[in-house]
Nanobody, 122 residues
Framework: QLQLVESGGGQVQPGGSLRLSCAAS????????IGWFRQAPGKEREAVSC????????YYRPSVKGRFTISRDNAKNTVTLQMNSLNVDDTAIYYC???????????????WGQGTQVTVSS
């Protein structure tokens, strides 16, 4: 069974960058859509980005387009989220999960890991 473990969170100043990594075990990421959602205190979960399984199509929520980049490394069995130009609104716990998505929408996600904290603060 696919298991996902997130890493790479931390605290950065506004305008800074972080690189989140999602390491998979139990199965191969290339067979799944994999992505990230986040949850800030007192707010609902929101899907951030995902990469589909067979064709590698990517989805980004509008507020992160042009700043975040998702990629998959099948050899390392990982999915990475490069986050640039971070702002305080990006502060949240970020979770890696199995996704079903297209370029325009996220249909569902499940099977997430324990999450990694991202804090953007001056």
């Amino acid at each position: 069974q696919l298991q996902l473990v997130e890493s790479g969170g931390g605290q950065v100043q506004p305008g800074g960058s972080l690189r989140l990594s999602c390491a998979a075990s139990g199965d191969t990421v290339e067979y799944y859509g994999i992505g990230w959602f986040r949850q800030a205190p007192g707010k609902e979960r929101e899907a951030v980005s995902c990469i589909s399984s067979n064709d590698g199509i990517t989805y980004y929520r509008p507020s992160v387009k042009g700043r975040f980049t998702i990629s998959r490394d099948n050899a390392k069995n990982t999915v990475t989220l490069q986050m640039n130009s971070l702002n305080v609104d990006d502060t949240a716990i970020y979770y890696c999960a199995r996704f079903e998505c297209s370029e325009y929408e996220v249909r569902w996600y499940d099977n997430w890991g324990q999450g990694t904290q991202v804090t953007v603060s001056s």
